[in-house]
T-cell receptor, first 115, second 109 residues
Framework: DTGVSQNPRHKITKRGQNVTFRCDPISEHNRLYWYRQTLGQGPEFLTYFQNEAQLEKSRLLSDRFSAERPKGSFSTLEIQRTEQGDSAMYLC?????????????FGQGTRLTVV | QQPVQSPQAVILREGEDAVINCSSSKALYSVHWYRQKHGEAPVFLMILLKGGEQKGHEKISASFNEKKQQSSLYLTASQLSYSGTYFCGTEVGGNKLVFGAGTILRVKS
């Protein structure tokens, strides 16, 4: 196991198109997080899964955003009708969740550019 | 509710020490520190929990003042590999982290 894997690494799309990103967490990590990071800022929380259940969504996540984690393994983040303001790095992280406070391991992210 | 980090940037020579601070306006359950190099994923450094427990790397130390809602990361005898952006993430409940804007550290030879 080499860590959290995200695909694609880069995505350029035209405004109004839909995009989907994939995250493969570390094996047997039951918690999975999606964050968004813009230049010069720290990661912003988007949503969080405990196994297959989506337990929390940020108010930042508009109706155009949807995330799934079928069977509690990989996760997908879809953005519909993309806007230029969606351009950012989308980071996925996973943790073992054995206790409430365990370190999260981040993937290298998917950089989205909306033109 | 984003924690405030200071300084925003710092430049060191190899071997010098640095302190990075993180302050929150909310009561904290824990503080997490990460380092991110350009174009790479944030890498976990340390967790500080209420009650004084720490989990992290041997060469990095940190403090957590629960009453003041502050944490500090101590980098001693800095090396070129320490360069990057350091983020603190505060946990205020709900198993999610709220990250600061980051502190850019550059170590020169």
């Amino acid at each position: 196991d080499t860590g959290v894997s995200q695909n694609p690494r880069h995505k350029i799309t035209k405004r109004g198109q839909n995009v989907t990103f994939r995250c493969d967490p570390i094996s047997e990590h039951n918690r999975l997080y999606w964050y968004r990071q813009t230049l010069g800022q720290g990661p912003e929380f988007l949503t969080y899964f405990q196994n297959e259940a989506q337990l929390e969504k940020s108010r930042l996540l508009s109706d155009r955003f949807s995330a799934e984690r079928p069977k509690g393994s990989f996760s997908t983040l879809e953005i519909q009708r993309t806007e230029q303001g969606d351009s950012a790095m989308y980071l996925c992280a996973s943790s073992s969740g054995v206790t409430d406070y365990t370190e999260a391991f981040f993937g290298q992210g998917t950089r989205l550019t909306v033109v | 509710q984003q924690p405030v980090q200071s300084p925003q940037a710092v430049i060191l020579r190899e071997g010098e020490d640095a302190v990075i601070n993180c302050s929150s306006s909310k009561a904290l359950y824990s503080v997490h520190w990460y380092r991110q190099k350009h174009g790479e994923a944030p890498v976990f450094l340390m967790i500080l929990l209420k009650g004084g427990e720490q989990k992290g790397h041997e060469k990095i130390s940190a403090s957590f003042n629960e009453k003041k809602q502050q944490s500090s990361l101590y980098l001693t005898a800095s090396q070129l590999s320490y360069s990057g952006t350091y983020f603190c993430g505060t946990e205020v409940g709900g198993n999610k982290l709220v990250f600061g804007a980051g502190t850019i550290l550059r170590v020169k030879s």
